[in-house]
């Protein structure tokens, strides 16, 4: 064997070796890559799912944000609705005709267990009338009687400032279902 041959057979070998390990080191880096490519997509997926778990906390705050907004909202529009009520409600126990206040002063009047009555300047006449001596003066109201002991420590109000109060008070919740169409009572509300 020549050197010639020798070199030559040392240089091939030296070739496969060197095309052995860039083969390789390609393998390795394909499996590098392939690993990191993975461990990226897995990266994005956790991203996505992350985004989409914010995305839906966010949607489902903004939605009771504004859910709750809207009660308000509603809430006043009830508030208003209740007071325009009210107020046409003493508008119109302002304005009754005489004949029903006096059939409504002899009720209050009749059930009335104090000595000394008051009433309002319009219902002076007729209440003075009927309780003749136990009539002791004005208050202002819209209208009804207000009744006390001789000591002036008691007192009932027959007022229908009071009574329009009392009931409506005690009465909210069915008057506001009433309005707004929420409960099916049966009848038709006419107050007056």
């Known amino acids: 064997m020549s050197v010639g041959t020798v070199s030559k057979a040392i240089i091939e070998d030296a070739k496969k070796i060197a095309k052995q390990y860039t083969i390789e080191l390609d393998e390795k880096r394909n499996t590098e890559l392939s690993e990191i490519n993975e461990s990226i997509d897995k990266l994005k997926e956790k991203k ?3 985004v989409a778990i914010k995305i839906s906390l966010l949607a489902k705050t903004e939605t009771s944000r504004t859910n709750l907004e809207i009660k308000r909202k509603r809430l006043r529009m009830e508030q208003d609705i209740l007071e325009v009520v009210l107020i ?8 009754l005709e005489p004949e029903k206040r006096e059939i409504i002063l002899n009720k ?4 009335a267990t104090l000595s000394n009555i008051y009433s309002n300047e319009i219902d002076e006449k007729y209440v003075k009338k009927i309780v ?15 009744t006390e002991d001789d000591s002036g420590k008691i007192r009932e109000e ?5 009574i329009l109060e009392s009931i409506f008070n005690n009465n909210l919740r069915e008057i506001r279902d009433i309005l707004l169409g929420e ?3 049966g009848f038709q509300c006419n107050i007056l």
């Open 48 to 50: 996505k799912e992350a």
């Open 183 to 185: 409960t099916e009572y």
């Open 108 to 111: 209050l009047i009749s059930v």
């Open 88 to 95: 046409e409600a003493k508008n119109r126990l302002e304005k």
């Open 132 to 146: 003749k001596d136990k009539y002791k003066g004005n208050v202002i109201c819209m209208g009804g009687i207000l």
């Open 158 to 162: 027959f007022t229908f400032d009071s």
